[in-house]
């Protein structure tokens, strides 16, 4: 999946005439109210109070911070990820309720940045998930990040920003490019191919040789235990 | 009352009460961005977060408790509005009273609790105790200062004590006969509102929004939704109470504004308490103020 444009799209059939005033809307208010969660891993993310505070000032686009990923709509990566981030990023963007949307920020999560000759950094974020919107730069300013968002915010007027789609219909693409950071045996606690089997999102390549690897080992969920203090088990063993 | 005319009524009161609390979720953030000098939110920006917000593809839902917490918060407002009188209806407030209300306004809360119990996420459960210990809190003073304000009308009924005060004019006020209790239950209602320095379970630095913390797409809707009926619902217990009510609309809307961005205007100005702390001064200052209140009703 080297471009957005090769995603293949596929329209749904809806008998109701009514209905695509309705999708016009939803996606009209998608576009206007969008919660960002910052996952602040490197310098980008001193960008980003500025862009939310008086100066730049995002809420008035309908922008605002939220803290849990359940929450929110955008996953900001702000800088580079090392492997171990990677794993919490990847946790922390099958965790969140589509459609979601994934922007790097800053030239590290275009293809490594300054940490390109690094053994412990993930160059290319879009191996790992769909990006929705690279804001280039070194780091950018607020303006940048600002128009950045205004860009995905026509982008889902317009209904172009599918690219969540993709980690469900390729999922297979993903997971063989996270097995080969993380080993044969990684495992999410967020199970994509029966969400992508609930929610109808199956594509050609939502299976493969590495989602039959993932098959082989897959623990099947349980609930996490209650106990403050208790040494939580690491979802990767 | 014709049984007609009556399920209109029930039908619009909830209905009114949302909008008008949309309007106050929009003030309160422009409130919020005027003090921090920003521009704010444009003018739908609580109604495109509720559509946002219910139009996700995915909703993540934990268990049939979870999806019950929600309704249950959502229709203990919606409940309450159906007795609170706003102008030229009344719905059923004449037959349930305040003290009806006040256990409705309860039950969101508990609602939460079931909803976030089941969520099983350590940082909701740590919020939804301190929303229970704040509730504890801010009750005994609201209890008193409702207390005081029924006795001194010689009814529950808010029907009458809203009837009351407009035949007696401005004088009649509650706020100018019993200030004390005015200023007490103006404590006691921004503490209900969660908002800072009051803030202790939604913490979004410490807990991550607390009983928020797993919640969704609808789920986040519905509790939007809950906000403002909150607003809506406690500015006009407080209008109802110590301002004379409503003739007019706008007299009505104006009042409940008015009284909504006193809390909200202090609120982005401080930081926010620990529990105990919460706990101390929601004992300490508005009990005592409105316990001399009723001393001077009695």
């Known amino acids: 999946m080297s471009s957005i444009n090769q995603i293949p799209v596929i329209e749904a059939k809806r008998g109701n005439p009514l209905s695509k005033v309705f999708d016009e809307l939803v996606r009209f208010c998608r576009s206007r109210s969008l919660f960002i969660l910052h996952y602040c891993t490197g310098c980008g993310a001193i960008e980003l109070p500025p862009a939310m505070t008086s100066r730049f000032d995002m809420e008035r686009l309908g922008i605002q911070p939220m803290v849990s990923p359940r929450q929110a709509d955008i996953l900001l990566i702000t800088g580079y990820v090392s492997i171990k981030t990677l794993k919490r990023v990847i946790l922390t963007y099958e965790q969140m309720g589509s459609p979601k949307y994934v922007i790097g920020i800053c030239s590290c999560t275009v293809n490594g940045g300054m940490y390109w000759q690094s053994y412990a950094t993930a160059k290319k974020l879009d191996e790992y998930m769909p990006v929705d919107l690279y804001i280039a730069g070194c780091m950018p300013r607020p303006e940048a990040v600002i128009a950045g968002l205004q860009q995905l915010m026509n982008r889902i007027q317009s209904g172009e920003a599918n690219s969540w789609e993709d980690y469900f219909r390729n999922y297979d693409y993903y997971l063989g490019n996270q097995q080969k950071l993380f080993g044969d045996n990684w495992q999410t606690p967020t199970d994509i191919i029966t969400e992508a089997k609930h929610y109808n999102l199956m594509g050609e390549g939502t299976f493969g040789e590495h989602t039959r690897l993932l098959e082989q080992h897959q623990k099947p969920l349980e609930a996490l235990d209650m106990r403050l203090g208790h040494n939580l088990k690491e979802p990767t063993e | ?298």
């Open chain 2, 1 to 298: 009352m014709a049984p007609m005319e009556l399920i209109l009524e029930l039908t619009l009161m909830p209905l009114i009460a949302f909008l008008v609390g949309m309007m106050m979720v929009l003030m309160m953030r422009r409130i919020a961005a005027k003090i921090q000098r920003r521009v704010g939110p444009p003018l739908l920006q609580p109604l495109y977060d509720i559509v946002k917000l219910h139009s996700k593809r995915t909703q993540i839902s934990h268990g049939l408790i979870h999806d019950i917490g929600i309704i249950m918060a959502m229709g203990g407002y919606i409940a309450a509005e159906t007795l609170l009188p706003v102008p030229g209806m009344n719905g059923i407030a004449e037959k349930g009273g305040i003290i009806t209300l006040l256990y409705l306004m309860m039950i969101p809360s508990l609602g939460l609790a079931l909803g976030v119990g089941q969520c099983a996420n350590p940082n909701g459960s740590i919020g939804i105790a301190r929303a229970l210990t704040a509730m504890l809190a801010y009750d005994i003073p609201l209890v008193i200062v409702i207390f005081g304000v029924a006795y001194a009308a010689g009814t529950t009924n808010l029907v009458d004590i809203i009837a009351q005060q407009q035949a007696g004019g401005f004088a009649a006020w509650g706020a100018v006969e019993m200030p004390l209790l005015a200023i007490a239950g103006l404590i006691a209602m921004h503490a209900s509102l969660g908002k800072q320095p009051f803030e202790i379970y939604i913490a979004p630095a410490e807990i991550a929004t607390g009983p928020m913390v797993e919640m969704s797409g609808k789920y986040l809707g519905g509790l939007f939704v809950m906000q403002c009926f909150q607003l809506y619902t406690t500015s006009v217990l407080y209008v109802s109470l110590f301002l004379g009510g409503g003739t007019t609309w706008f007299d009505f809307l104006l009042k409940s504004f008015l009284v909504l961005a006193i809390p909200v205007s202090i609120a982005y100005l401080f930081p926010r308490y620990r529990t105990e702390d919460l706990l101390r001064l929601m004992w300490k200052w508005p009990v005592m103020l409105g316990l001399i209140g009723v001393a001077f009703v009695l």
